[in-house]
T-cell receptor
Framework: NAGVMQNPRHLVRRRGQEARLRCSPM?????VYWYRQLPEEGLKFMVY????????ESGMPKERFSAEFPKEGPSILRIQQVVRGDSAAYFC????????????FGPGTRLTVT | DAKTTQPTSMDCAEGRAANLPCNHS???????VYWYRQIHSQGPQYIIH???NNETNEMASLIITEDRKSSTLILPHATLRDTAVYYC????????????FGTGTRLTIIP
């Protein structure tokens, strides 16, 4: 029973490039969450998605960041025109529907912007 | 979601029980208490959650006071692998909302 999978595990981008982070939820899970952890800081919620719907994007920066969870395939967190301040660990979590279900986290993608 | 207060850091001897406290004095009746931990830079790991009754699983026990204003996570026989940052999170019964992580307690297990 595979857990939450994220790839790539490490990603290096130059300033101005695009970063695409992928998350495959646990089997049977239809809810995906993205969190960001800046160096030496705590985890901050970014966005919560269900299949083909964004439910809560209150933690997403207003510009350059977008997320999707298509009907088929993994969830994608996309960062356009990356800047040094985007360097962080990005964690994806998934949960099943219902109340109150715990979120299971993936190993994270460490983004470094040079 | 209610705010939680945890000690910044704690030490515990290997093999002893680690007791991690959490205050959540503004918790409302339909809010659950969740515990997660983050080992080094790995993804957070779910440990346990509860509403008002004490809970136990293979990892830990959760003791919630009768007034629900505080709780204690107990790791019965701490090992070096339990060294991590432990987060106490209060979350509504809606169930699928975001987790709001505070600063947590950095637990160090001493050999």
């Amino acid at each position: 029973n595979a857990g939450v999978m994220q790839n790539p595990r490490h990603l290096v981008r130059r300033r101005g490039q695009e970063a695409r982070l992928r998350c495959s939820p646990m089997k049977g899970h239809s809810h995906v969450y993205w969190y960001r952890q800046l160096p030496e800081e705590g985890l901050k919620f970014m966005v919560y998605l269900q299949k083909e719907n964004i439910i809560d994007e209150s933690g997403m920066p207003k510009e350059r960041f977008s997320a999707e969870f298509p009907k088929e395939g993994p969830s994608i967190l996309r960062i356009q025109q990356v800047v040094r301040g985007d360097s962080a660990a990005y964690f994806c979590a998934s949960s099943s529907a219902g109340t109150p279900y715990e979120q299971y986290f993936g190993p994270g993608t460490r983004l470094t912007v040079t | 979601d209610a705010k939680t207060t945890q000690p910044t850091s704690m030490d515990c001897a290997e093999g002893r029980a680690a007791n991690l406290p959490c205050n959540h004095s503004t918790i409302s009746g339909n809010e659950y208490v969740y515990w997660y931990r983050q080992i080094h830079s790995q993804g957070p790991q779910y440990i346990i959650h509860g509403l008002k009754n004490n809970e136990t699983n293979e990892m830990a026990s959760l003791i919630i006071t009768e007034d629900r204003k505080s709780s204690t996570l107990i790791l019965p026989h701490a090992t070096l692998r339990d060294t991590a940052v432990y987060y106490c999170i209060v979350r509504s019964a809606g169930g699928n909302e975001k987790l709001t992580f505070g600063t947590g307690t950095r637990l160090t297990i001493i050999p």
